[in-house]
């Protein structure tokens, strides 16, 4: 009533939120901006692999988006496919770099198009580049890179054949302690293998998902001031 009297507005929850969104992706960006990413050398601008010292190209979109009181990262699961190295896995929208893309960004935006159906030229906002990362536990020779992109809250998401599920996860449970979890690799052949990883309801996020995400969070983690 005092406020009313004085001819003051009050802003509404809804906008406490949205201002409380764009200070943490403000700083997001800040973050991504003070820093220069690590750009792998030489790899296939055809996306088939070359010899030793030329590997194949691949981009991933971290998308994120106000959910509630907080941001979330969407976070996919792959179909399950015969001969491919990561069916069924937790991942990040992205996929190999085609001969009609011009540069590793537009990769990220047309795989993020047709997995997800999220169009981050029209909708989207490019936050910046994380550290280019490749591949361990004997998984195909590539580079992926990986851009960070903001979305609006309704933001739909369209799944195509090669996703099986979408799942929006709370950056701030990332970064917690509760995330933490171990993923036991069994290859074909030799010793079962452990990685670091990251736990979400029933699902598990390892491998170079894990990794990117980790490089997101030592920027995205801390929140600003509220």
């Known amino acids: 009533m005092l406020a009313a009297k004085a001819g003051l507005t009050l802003p509404t929850r809804s906008d406490a939120v949205h201002e409380k969104s764009e200070r943490r992706l403000e700083s997001i960006t800040r973050g991504l901006a003070a820093r220069s990413p690590i750009v792998a050398e030489a ?27 907080e941001l979330e990262l969407l976070v996919i699961k792959r179909a399950t496919f015969p001969n491919d190295p990561w069916s069924g896995h937790m991942a990040l929208p992205g996929g190999r770099r085609a001969p009609s893309d011009g540069s590793s960004v537009a990769t990220a935006m047309r795989e993020a198009l ?8 029209c909708e989207g906002r490019l936050l910046g580049q994380l550290d280019d990362v490749e591949p361990r536990s004997g998984a195909p020779a590539i580079v992926v ?12 998401v369209r799944l195509n054949h090669e996703v099986a599920l979408a ?8 970064a917690g302690p509760g995330s933490a979890a171990e993923h036991v690799h069994a290859p074909p052949s ?36 509220q």
Do not use: M
């Open 43 to 69: 790899c296939s601008p055809e996306g088939l692999p070359g010899s030793l010292r030329e590997r194949a190209c691949a981009s991933v979109a971290l998308v994120v988006r106000p959910g509630g009181s």
């Open 114 to 121: 047709e997995e997800v159906g999220l169009d981050l030229a």
């Open 145 to 156: 890179s990986s851009f960070v992109f903001a979305v609006p809250e309704d933001a739909t």
């Open 167 to 174: 799942v929006w996860v709370p950056v701030d449970h990332l």
């Open 190 to 225: 030799g010793t079962p293998l452990r990685f670091p990883a990251f736990g979400y309801q029933n699902h598990v996020i390892w491998g170079i998902t894990h990794r990117i995400i980790t490089n997101f969070l030592d920027i995205a983690g801390a929140k600003p001031d």
